[in-house]
């Protein structure tokens, strides 16, 4: 069956960094574009970054840019999300999100809680 897996949340200090992994299974991991999502308390789910099936394009939210880096290997079926210089607002849960846009299939990942705090 279908999984995507998250890991790598944890707490750290503002301005530190964290790496996030998505292992995913059970689809054409090639054919699929990667995005990750965030989700803080209160709020909505916002979009953080997305990756192209190939990996040649991404992009980010705007208060991301500089400091987050996605990226894939399709031969790992892995994404990652490689964040830096983290601020306290970018605690939430970080959801990993496989979406194939000709029969618009998605799926989801049960998230990764990143806290960032002192």
């Known amino acids: 069956q279908v999984q995507l897996v998250e890991s790598g949340g944890g707490l750290v ?6 790496r996030l992994s998505c292992a995913a299974s059970g689809f054409m991991f090639t054919t699929y574009r ?5 989700q803080a308390p209160g709020k909505e789910r916002e979009l953080v970054a997305g990756i ?3 990996g040649g394009i991404t992009n ?14 399709n031969a790992k079926n892995t994404v990652y999300l490689q964040m830096n210089i983290l601020k306290p607002e970018d ?12 029969r618009k ?7 990764t809680l990143v806290t960032v705090s002192s």
């Open 105 to 111: 299939i998605d799926y989801w990942g049960k998230g």
């Open 60 to 73: 980010y939210a705007d208060d991301v840019k500089g400091r987050f880096t996605i990226s894939r290997d």
């Open 13 to 18: 200090q503002p301005g530190g960094s964290l």
């Open 34 to 38: 990667m995005r990750w999502y965030r």
């Open 91 to 102: 605690t939430a849960v970080y959801y990993c999100n496989a979406f194939e846009i000709i």
């Open 52 to 54: 192209s099936s190939t």
